[in-house]
Each structure stands twice: as C-alpha cells, then as structure tokens.
C-alpha cells in the first residue's frame, strides 16, 4: 500500500462532526489556532455560526454546515461546502456521538436505534464519503472517535457500548479495505477514557439519579484533540487518551469475570450524579442542546486531569523510548553504586573476636 501523504496541519482542509461542543469543539479550536481550516458540522446551526464566527476573529479560517451524521446527503452536502469553500478536505474526522445511561432493558428500543444512527451510521456515512473524497484528493486521513469501551463494555452504557464496539470493526475494516486497493488513505481510531465534557449532560439519564457522570479518572477534552490533530498528520492506527480507562479495558481483557464483578459492585456509583443539569443540558439524543461549551458546566468532584503519560508515549515513541533507556540507565547505576558501597562498608566491619578488618574471615 502506499504511505498516506498527510500535509502538515497549516495546509490542511479539516471537516469535523459533533463539531459544536466537547471533544469536537476542542478539536476545532485547536486545529485553527494551528493553520488549518475547519469545517464545522453538527445539528446545532445557532452554536456552530458562533463558534465560525469567533474563530475567524481569533485569525482561523472556519465555516460550518448544519447536518444530522445519520443523513447521508445533508453530509455530502457538508463536504461540498467544504469544496466549495476551502477547495477540499484533506482530513475527515468523525466526531459526533450520543448516549443513553440506563438498563438495557429500560432503554427504549427507539432510543437505542437512534443513538446508533448517530455513533456507529454517522461514522460509516462519515467515512465512505470521506474515503471518496480523499481519493480524488490522492491522499488524507479519516479519524474515527471510538472510546475505550470499544474493547470493554461498560454496564449501564450498554447500547453506547455496543456502538463504540461496531466502530471498532468498521473502522478495522475500512482500513484493511483501503489498503488492499492501493489508496492511500490514513484510517486511525482514537480511543478515549473518560472525558469532562458535556457527554454526561446530554445523554439520556434512565438511573433514576438527578443526573450522570463519567467514571473517573476524567480527562481535559484536549487531550483527545491533540490525539486527533496528530492522526491527521501521522498515520496511526489508534491512538488510547487516558490511562485511567484503558486500565479497565486492560483488566477486562485478562481478568473478565473479575472485572464484570467490580462493575456489578460499582458501575451505578460511579456513573449517577446528584447534579442535574440546567435545563439547557437536558439530553440531546432526538435534537442539539446546550452546545458551544468543551467541558461539562457541572464541576466533577474529582480534578480534571490535564495530562496523559500514556498519550505521551504514543504520540512521540523515540522520545519516550529514549527518556526510558536512560532511566534504566540512571536506576542501574545508582543500584550498582549502592552494591559497591555496600561492599566496601562490609570490608571496613571490625568482627567481634578483635580481629583486624579487612583481613579474611572464616567461612
């Protein structure tokens, strides 16, 4: 297959779904202030002419277009504009999302039908569209926004679990597709742990607490944009944000009867709020609410982390491989100085008989 020719992110055409609040917001505002032009896209037409209109006076190029991901052609009218406009996309990233917090049994089959044809349909129309685009380009990247409950579910989400999971395949899949037709096309799946965004306001509460919650540790919605702006310029396959959930999945893949144990003791706990959101945040499953913020207007009870050392290894490897090397070279001289010292001490101890130190003792 060839290498995907990704431009650096100052020339680059950048379209973004769930582009009005959260980790798509986050993403926007990061990719204008780096040179890129954004092509904003949500439900949301009020919060995304807002946010265009404020990033252009910030010096960003930015437009928007307002479409529903589960509409294919309100998406392919998006990236017309985006041709039209800014002359092409070069990156697609595939943002939007909803979620339900509930029993599986609660949740409305028509709930459920709905949320997937937001994060998982949205994602496929997203990025057929995209794979068409990026082929009459010659090259660009899809960036695909999965969560680490791709790999482990997570009780209560069940349905928002059961559609990271299809993304997962799909985005595997188109990847393997691409490559085995020559294009050269990146196909990378972020996938982030728990994120203090307005994710816990908008989704649809059926636990029968005020409101909800991502589990902590929750991590700062920027982490997961500069995950997503590194995709769209280096190929990666997937990239993880947060340890904190990854460790989660880690232990559901080795220890899955355990780990299904501890989420029956703690998943309600950890995920129902006694803070109900404003009116405003009610849950956006059926229409857009409350957007044009990155983070959750409730603050969490534990501190935001704002960095990820595990982001950190995979976005620069030979520097994390390096600082480790040396390290490891640090730890294993300070142990062998610390034995020689040892060493030397034990030569230098008076025996108890009067005998003279240093001399050889009798074994």
Request: some cysteine.
């Amino acid at each position: 297959m060839p290498t995907p020719r990704l431009k650096p992110l100052d020339r680059q055409v950048i379209l973004i779904t769930g582009a009005s609040s959260g980790i798509g917001l986050a993403t926007a505002r990061l990719a204008a202030r780096r040179g890129a032009a954004v092509l904003l896209v949500s439900r949301n037409g009020a919060a995304l002419r807002g946010i265009a209109e404020q990033l252009r006076e910030q010096g960003g190029r930015a437009d928007w277009a307002v479409a529903d991901v589960a509409d294919r052609d309100a998406l392919e009218a998006a990236a017309r504009k985006a041709e039209e406009v800014f002359g092409g996309i070069d990156s697609w990233v595939n943002d939007a999302g909803v979620s339900t917090y509930g029993k599986l049994e609660q949740v409305p089959v028509e709930d459920q039908r709905r949320l997937f044809e937001t994060n998982y349909w949205g994602v496929v129309h997203g990025s057929l569209i995209a794979a068409q685009a990026l082929r009459r380009r010659g090259s660009g990247a899809i960036v695909n926004i999965g969560s680490v409950l791709s790999d482990r579910a997570m009780i209560f989400q069940g349905a928002y679990s059961a559609s990271k999971h299809a993304v997962k395949a799909f985005t595997d899949t188109l990847r393997m597709e691409l490559a085995h037709a020559g294009a050269p096309i990146s196909v990378t799946l972020i996938k982030p742990s728990g994120i203090e965004t307005p994710f816990q306001e908008h989704a649809r509460n059926l636990l029968g607490s005020p409101g909800t919650r991502v589990p902590p540790p929750a991590y700062d919605p920027r982490l997961v944009a500069r995950a997503i702006l590194h995709a769209c310029e280096h190929p990666r396959r997937d990239i993880v944000v947060g340890f904190g959930g990854h460790a989660i999945a880690l232990m559901g893949r080795f220890l899955p009867g355990t780990t299904d144990r501890v989420m029956q003791a703690v998943g309600k706990p950890i995920q129902a709020s006694g803070r109900a959101p404003a009116p405003a945040r009610a849950d956006n499953l059926h229409a857009p609410r409350g957007d044009g913020t990155e983070k959750s207007l409730n603050r969490p009870v534990a501190p935001v982390r704002r960095t990820s050392l595990l982001l950190e290894s995979q976005l620069h490897p030979v520097t994390t491989a390096a600082a480790l090397a040396g390290l490891g070279a640090l730890v294993a001289g300070a142990l062998a100085a610390r034995r020689l010292a040892e060493g030397r001490d034990l030569m230098h101890i008076r025996p108890r008989d009067g005998r003279h130190a240093g001399r050889n003792w009798p074994t």
